[in-house]
């Protein structure tokens, strides 16, 4: 990596210190989407953010992307205050935001190309990394011609061909039917195991959060709160078996308790 | 139950009517709209002929058929022709360039868009044909004057579009290409342009038959050539078959104008089907 950031353990690449961001909606009503955030994630750390939606996690992360400015607190991104978007992250949206004129290989290749990177050095880097995500001999298939999981993986690889130090995914695979979804929750973490890039995925789904985890940052809403932190402790690498383990059963109960707000409630079915 | 036996015994049966169903599906999805069209022209010619409708009013469709001939044989109709599809492209063309232009710059500036916009609004309820008259005063006689009404027909389709196209991209998008930090004119130009490509062929489709429309008036309101002249020609004449057949004429220009430009939008915004639009 050729990020200037220490790599030794504990020292920070996301730093949030009590931030907090407030919007204003068109009506002139203040609204508080975070309330007093603090998050350290070291280097190579894969977090997931839980919560119900409406609880600021999509706020926290475009603030840690630098596409939004907090009203208050402190966002240090590799030592130094986060003051804009920056190449060193890459970000998976909720939809694949492909653009459809373009090819698979020209939607992974878009980063190089505004960046002004040489197309031809990260061409090779692009068709390797069509391959992880498991679309070779898709690369000239423009997205219409692709499912949704096929596309979401596209925008996996894009995030990732200039080789930023960190990936923010903001619910990436929530519109994916179940099965989609647990292969490529799979492939994800062979990813970051293969890659070792600090990673921070929001989720609203529990068992989601503790499957891919280091740690799990649980959030409430209005306004939005860490309640939080659990590291979670399965041993790595990890099979979708874990699933029925009853280690990860009890991370699921702890953080659906605190979710519901620290009592179940009511019996509910097991988040896909 | 009782499906499962039918379809065991008379399974061979079920194939063989099928085969034919398909033929005559390939046959009538093929033959539907040409037998119509003979139908209507048939009871057309029946009717005027066995009611003897006054030819001034209704000519029969073979009277009609026959002028369409004539005036194509005669080379005629193509001569004016010609003139008029001259006028009506080069307004088109013109329209096109400058709505997508002015379209772009108001998507874009914010002062632009203060200043010019409510002009466009404003304007575009304006029946432009009813200028047509001023504009043969500040232009003349000769084409120039069908051209500037056959491009300001055309022009607000093309920039009311554009506009709407360029303000239709995904917050997502424009938040990919902030991401990378990349600069306006490259989000313009790499995203927010070809996002608004479906809207801006919706606009130039109906910009197509708006030219020719604004040719024709212009050629109405004070022309000495041109269909519009010559449909004139005929009516003052009462030649009226003459004026149906050049109304088919036009008829078969407006159909491949359309058809060009499917293909065109199909070629070129592959990734998207064309829109439906009204132009009336």
């Known amino acids: 990596m050729s990020t200037p950031s220490p790599q030794h353990e504990g020292t920070p690449v996301i730093e949030l210190a009590g931030v907090s961001k407030t919007f204003i909606t068109a009506s002139g009503e203040r609204v508080r989407a975070l309330d007093n955030a603090s998050l ?26 630098g596409l939004e400015r907090c009203s208050s607190g402190t966002i240090m991104v590799n030592g130094a205050p986060q003051i804009g978007p920056s190449e060193k992250i890459g970000i998976v949206f909720q939809d694949p935001t492909l653009l459809p004129w373009r090819t698979v290989l020209e939607n992974v290749l878009l980063p190089i190309q505004v960046l002004k990177l040489d197309p031809n050095t990260y061409r090779p880097r692009a068709m390797a990394l069509i391959e992880t995500v498991g679309l070779t001999e898709f690369e000239n298939k423009y997205p219409h011609e692709l499912s949704g999981g096929m596309r979401q993986r596209v925008a996996i690889a894009r995030a990732l061909v200039h080789d930023p130090a960190m990936l923010l995914m903001d619910e990436p695979f929530g519109a994916l039917d179940a099965l989609t979804r647990d292969q490529l929750n799979l492939e994800l973490l062979d990813i970051w195991s293969a890659t070792g890039k600090t990673v921070l995925l929001i989720t609203h789904s529990i068992s989601e959060s503790v499957f891919l985890a280091d740690r799990v940052i649980v959030m409430s809403p209005r306004p939005g709160r860490v309640v939080e932190e659990i590291t979670v402790g399965l041993p790595r690498p990890r099979e979708l078996e874990i699933i029925n383990s009853a280690a990860f059963g009890s991370y699921v109960r702890r953080i659906r308790s605190r979710l519901s707000g620290g009592a179940m409630r009511r019996p509910m079915q097991a988040t896909a | 139950m009782s499906i499962q036996t039918e379809n065991a015994v008379g399974g061979l049966r079920v194939g063989a009517s099928s085969h034919w169903l398909r033929v005559w599906h390939l046959v009538s999805d093929r033959a539907v709209a040409p037998l119509f069209a003979a139908l209507v022209l048939g009871y057309w010619e029946f009717h005027v002929r066995y009611f003897q409708v006054e030819a001034l009013l209704l000519p029969p469709s073979s009277h009609i058929a026959t002028a369409f001939w004539n005036g194509m044989a005669s080379g005629l109709f193509l001569q004016h022709f010609a003139i008029t599809i001259y006028r009506a492209l080069s307004g088109f063309a013109i329209a096109a360039l400058f709505g997508i232009a002015l379209g772009a710059v108001i998507s874009q500036f914010r002062f632009v868009e203060r200043t010019v916009y409510p002009w466009v609004v404003a304007l575009q309820t304006v029946p432009k044909i009813a200028i047509a008259p001023l504009i043969l005063v500040w232009c003349g006689y000769g084409s120039l004057s069908k051209v500037v009404t056959a491009t300001l027909v055309a022009f607000f389709p093309v920039l009311v579009n554009t506009i709407i196209g360029l303000r239709s991209c995904e917050q997502s998008k424009l938040d990919l290409m902030r991401s990378l930090r990349a600069s306006r004119w490259l989000t313009f130009r790499m995203v927010e342009l070809p996002n608004a490509l479906p809207f ?37 004449q009462l030649n009226i078959p ?26 070129l915004v592959f990734w998207n089907e064309p829109k439906d639009v009204t132009s009336a």
């Not at chain 1, 706020?59 to 840690?64: A, D, K, S």
């Not at chain 2, 003459?242 to 070629?267: E, N, P, S, T, W």
């Open chain 2, 242 to 267: 003459r004026v149906f057949a050049l109304l088919i004429l036009l008829g078969l220009y407006g159909i491949i104008c359309h058809l060009a430009l499917q293909f065109a939008h199909k070629k």
């Open chain 1, 40 to 65: 350290r994630v070291r280097p190579g750390e894969f977090i997931t953010v839980v919560g119900a939606s409406g609880c600021g996690k999509t706020t926290l992360l475009r603030l840690i992307a």
């Open chain 2, 200 to 236: 801006v062929f919706a606009g130039l489709s109906v910009a197509a038959v708006f030219s020719i429309l604004g040719a024709l008036v212009g050629e109405f309101v004070g022309s000495k050539n041109g269909i519009g002249f010559l449909i004139l020609d005929a009516n003052y």
